[in-house]
């Protein structure tokens, strides 16, 4: 017996993707990733002590919020705000205000473009009040953080701009439409 088709309705939307290009990420690699930051923490708190230590883990919680803020400002930007394909993640590489959906190639570069960006200008406005560690401390999270972001990018920079991207904790995938 075949089975029944099913009829679509006329405002149904189909969509194809096609696999273009999938980055993976070893194991070695989210390890390695986890232990710079856990090295920095001990390096802060060989040169500053407890306030090194603090502002370690006071920083990384800062730099996230400026990140989400940044972020929610350039999607308030777009046409069509995609807020609902962000969320906070904490698995590695993809810690922080990430999208948990697929999201386009422009925008993703866009949005880390100003991330980089306007994360640098607003820790250097921040230069003349904060402790030494700190200001290290901020500047450090803020690369660290933006670092897997920064490879991926940079391994698909030669792709077009109209692809999408689905970032996985085991991979990045960019696919056509």
Not at 81 to 91: A, K, L, Q, T, Y
Not at 107 to 115: D, M
Request: charged share 20%; proline share 5%.
């Amino acid at each position: 017996m075949m089975p029944r088709r099913q009829q679509l309705d006329e405002k149904a939307t189909i969509y194809h993707y096609q696999l273009i290009r999938r980055i993976p990420i070893p194991r070695e690699v989210k390890i390695s990733y986890l232990l710079i930051a856990a090295l920095f923490g001990v390096l802060q708190g060989g040169l500053y002590g407890t306030t090194g230590i603090l502002s370690w883990m006071i920083s990384l919680i800062g730099v996230e919020l400026v990140h989400f803020v940044i972020i929610r400002l350039t999607l308030i930007r777009v046409d069509e705000p995609e807020f609902r394909r962000f969320r906070w993640s904490v698995n590695a590489p993809w810690i922080g205000y990430v999208p948990v959906q697929h999201i386009e190639h422009g925008l993703f570069r866009r949005l880390h473009r100003h991330l980089l960006w306007f994360g640098l200008c607003v820790i250097a406005v921040a230069y003349p009040w904060v402790h030494e560690s700190f200001m290290i401390s901020l500047i450090c999270w803020h690369l660290w953080t933006l670092a897997p972001r920064s490879v991926v990018l940079r391994k698909i920079r030669g792709l077009r701009r109209d692809g999408v991207l689905k970032l996985q904790p085991t991979d990045c995938s960019v696919y056509y439409r």
